[in-house]
């Protein structure tokens, strides 16, 4: 049975579509003697729900295919594109006049990127989500895989005339100096020309120079930033050969080296990897080659990000009675060949990953691929080096942290097929795997699953459809599944399978409240540590045993507190206050990233009384750092995981005993199997429960119960410590219990009588403008088309309201919900809804559609 998630939405209605029959999507258009005039349909990454119809030039026809990418004008400026369609004729009826139709201007792939697969999924995600198709399709693709079309301006013959005219000097002298540089250096790039003249944008006399004809500007295409990496390599000619030259030609030293070295080697190498092996020179190789003993050829280099990595010995474990009856479940499945959704539920420390790996093989075993997405890359360095023990070479990694040429080499071992198993974080969803046979979806409640920029997305949910239509299995495996996934198996909409225990019937770690407002009122002031965690950690350390603190806020401080005058330092773009970062003494924006120093004394009244509120990350390290000087403290959080090797360093550190205490914010929470951890200590959860969030109780329980099965992993017990001011809330008294079930009987209740997901679909609008009074004009005439189209009250319609974050980079933000028990009648008035308000003259470019949205800030 379909669950909610996948229900085929209600068709997108995209103006001015073409509806005429498109050739088959791969397969190129035939050659032929006659000539015949084909078009092709191509949708752009720019925020537009529509795509665009171009002939294509006779040249094109015989290799243009679906899902390749192409260069076309739209409106004045050329734009990489994608074919969607290949179109035989214009069906009668359609407003587009032959005669004006543009042509492609440039074919950039004879082997289209997109594959079939992949196409067909980016169409429903932008259909269910209301995205532009060509964002989705962009996004789909490696960073740097991605044409750009640039511009560039040169000087004319008429810029030349005037420059050595007489009255040169009338022209004044910026507009003097840039023609001679154009002159002198010829084309420019146009960002790179506007920074060598000292301007930021492009200026107005610029503009002014273009219509007097002394300049023009013209645009090309950049080529693609990632190829594949070459390197020259050479090969031994064959035993004959080599025996006749060096009979003729005396062989040195060094050359005799060189000939040992290749024949140890297959009689072929690298040149680079000769040289250091031979220890001879380049010449040496070149004279080789010159004499016909060997031949030099390049030779692709992949890029391999886990080439250095010391990987674990592949296990072989024995499963439990649960492990074996669910792998069992997922085998039939796959037998069978047709799709199914199966939700894996197992506490924390059941052995899921076991199963994962297992089911992987049973596809790959059927000739199928296997997907598997984790919601963190901190989950990627231990787990991939594990699936790498188990699959080796067939295995590509997908993650954010990767080089571009690292993600383009394992998108292209995917995409020819070398590569049938993908491990990856979000936007892995989308990778080329061929005859796709299963995905695992781990920790699947998580909201990094969503992407919270356009297009909007759920990798979850995108994941399900995929698998759908490509006949696959879908696995959802968590110690705390969504509300909505387990309303779906108690629905018997999922298949259900259960893992209740611990593997080596290991006992669950202990949980223990610790209540704050007892421990101000003996000490009279605010305490970051409470005496129990601080001798617990100390315990944990003197029995040689490892302990994780967790903090759910990164930075030092919170914010800075002038306590002269009581004012905070606001981002300047966003309604939020600047966190303090102690490593470079930075104020820095967690929403648009704004940067700037800190302070020395307060901008407002230049008093020198400036207080640090609040704690993050940093700080937590730098307390517990002074308060145990000879514990071994790591920190992991977002600001570690820009630098790639260190993080990775750490969490595999600390994985081999080589620090003793991590501290870091919830992606330490899930997925991490750490044997000699003995005590997790939450600092502070209740910021999480305090947000206007419906989903707010959930994931505390969820944060909690997930930091809680890092603790008594290996044979030693586990004891986790929670410090809160809330301990009677029902969230975190069942979390410290670890009942799930007591959870969601109670928090289903609060959801089926408020009106909330599983029991309503949701649809968040969001009106976005640099003016605050246009931003709500536009929000109260949304609401009225939206009043006007829920004529039948299919609908619920909250707002418009300011946004909870009321100003986020520059933009107000005013928001509307809508709640409806039918996604096809939902989704049929925001349809009609912004139709009317874009016939009125307003840009729908300020208004951003989320289905299903994961977070209500």
């Excluded at 790179?192 to 944008?201: N, T, V, W």
């Excluded at 620090?659 to 600092?683: C, I, R, S, Y």
């Excluded at 029991?759 to 609401?783: E, G, P």
């Amino acid at each position: 049975m379909r669950s909610t998630f996948i229900e085929q939405p209600f068709a997108l209605t995209l103006r001015s579509r073409i509806e005429t029959k498109p050739l088959p999507m791969t397969s190129a258009v035939p050659a032929s003697n006659q000539t015949v005039q084909l078009y092709a349909q191509v949708a752009f990454p720019v925020h537009l729900s529509k795509t665009f119809t171009y002939r294509l030039p006779q040249s094109i026809q015989p290799v243009a295919r679906v899902g390749s990418r192409v260069v076309a004008r739209l409106g004045s400026k050329p734009l990489t594109g994608y074919i969607v369609a290949l179109l035989s004729r214009l069906q009668s009826g359609t407003n587009l006049i032959e005669s004006e139709i543009k042509e492609v201007q440039e074919l950039l792939d004879v082997d289209p990127p997109l594959t079939a697969e992949v196409l067909e999924i980016t169409r429903w995600v932008a259909d269910y989500y209301v995205a532009p198709w060509g964002e989705v399709m962009r996004a789909a693709l490696p960073a740097g895989i991605n044409a750009t079309v640039e511009q560039a301006v040169a000087i004319t013959a008429a810029g030349r005339e005037a420059l050595s005219e007489p009255e040169a000097s009338n022209l004044g002298t910026v507009r003097a100096n840039a023609l001679r540089i154009l002159a002198a250096e010829g084309e420019f790039e146009l960002t790179a020309f506007c920074l060598r003249i000292g301007s930021a944008k492009t200026p107005q006399w610029l503009r002014e120079m273009e219509t007097e004809g002394w300049v023009e500007r013209s645009y090309r295409t950049r080529s693609t930033v990632t190829r594949p990496k070459r390197r020259k390599a050479v090969r031994l000619l064959d035993s004959e050969s080599v025996e006749s030259q060096t009979e003729r030609k005396r062989v040195t030293p060094g050359q005799q080296r060189a000939l040992e070295v290749l024949r140890a080697h297959q009689s072929t190498m690298a040149v680079s990897d000769l040289i250091k092996s031979a220890n001879v020179s380049e010449s040496v190789i070149r004279t080789l080659a010159r004499h016909g003993v060997v031949t030099e050829f390049e030779e692709d280099v992949r890029r391999d990000p886990l080439s250095r990595a010391e990987l674990p010995n592949a296990e072989v474990l024995k499963l439990t009675n649960a492990q074996t009856l669910s792998l069992h479940s997922i085998e039939k499945r796959l037998r069978e060949k047709a799709f199914a959704t199966l939700l894996l539920h197992g506490v924390t420390g059941s052995g899921k990953t076991e199963v994962y790996i297992r089911g992987m093989q049973a596809a790959l075993d059927l000739n199928r691929g296997a997907m598997m997405l984790v919601p963190e890359i901190a989950l990627t360095p231990i787990l991939s080096r594990r699936l790498r023990a188990h699959f080796g070479g067939h295995i590509a990694i997908f993650h954010s942290s990767l080089s571009k040429g690292e993600r383009f080499d394992e998108w292209s071992r995917l995409r020819n097929g070398e590569a049938r198993v993908v491990l990856g974080t979000r936007s892995a969803v989308f990778a080329p795997v061929q005859n796709l046979g299963i995905i695992i979806v781990d920790e699947e409640q998580d909201s990094s699953y969503r992407q919270e920029e356009s297009p909007f997305y759920h990798a979850r949910d995108t994941a399900i459809v995929r698998a759908q239509k490509e006949s696959a299995v879908v696995v959802l495996g968590s110690a705390t599944p969504s509300l909505e996934s387990f309303h779906n198996a108690q629905s018997a909409k999922y298949e259900y399978l259960h893992l209740p225990e611990r593997v080596a019937n290991r006992p669950m770690a202990v949980a223990e409240m610790i209540d704050m407002r007892e421990v101000f009122a003996r000490r009279k002031m605010p305490a970051v540590f409470s005496d129990e965690l601080l001798t617990a950690i100390n315990q944990t350390h003197a029995r040689g045993e490892q302990s994780i603190i967790l903090l759910n806020r990164r930075g030092y401080s919170s914010f800075i507190l002038c306590r002269s005058c009581g004012e905070s330092i606001n981002c300047p773009n966003c309604d939020v206050t600047l966190t303090y970062h102690q490593t470079d003494r930075t104020l820095v924006c967690h929403y648009c990233n704004h940067h700037q120093r800190a302070p020395t004394q307060c901008p407002t009244c230049a008093s020198k009384y400036i207080y640090y509120v609040g704690e993050g990350t940093e700080q937590i390290e730098e307390l517990l750092r002074k308060r145990f000087p000879t514990t071994r403290i790591g920190r992991i959080d977002r600001d570690t995981k820009s630098r790639r090797h260190q993080f990775e360093k750490t969490l595999l550190d600390f994985g081999k005993g080589e620090l003793d205490l991590l501290v870091g914010t919830q992606m330490l929470a899930k997925g991490h199997d750490f044997p000699n951890v003995t005590l997790v200590g939450v600092v502070s959860v209740d910021a999480g429960l305090a947000l206007p969030d419906f989903r707010a109780a959930e994931r505390t329980f969820q944060l909690i119960t997930q930091v809680a099965g890092r603790a008594g992993r290996g044979d030693l017990p586990g004891r986790v410590l929670i410090q809160t001011y809330h301990p009677h809330h029902y969230a975190l008294r069942h979390a410290c219990a670890q009942d799930y079930q007591g959870f969601y009987d109670e928090e289903i209740r609060h959801r089926r009588n408020h009106g909330y997901p599983p029991f309503v679909a949701l649809a968040l609008l969001l009106v976005r403008h640099k003016d605050a009074a246009r931003a709500n004009a536009i929000a109260h005439q949304l609401r009225n088309a939206l009043v006007e189209a829920n004529r039948d009250h299919a609908c619920r319609i909250l707002g418009p309201a300011p946004a909870p974050f009321a100003r986020l980079r520059g933009e107000h933000r005013v928001q509307l919900l809508i709640k409806s028990r039918s996604r096809k009648q939902m989704r049929a008035v925001i349809d009609s809804a912004l139709q009317t308000v874009e016939n009125v003259g307003n840009d729908l470019r300020s208004v951003t559609v989320e289905i299903d949205p994961v977070s209500m800030m």
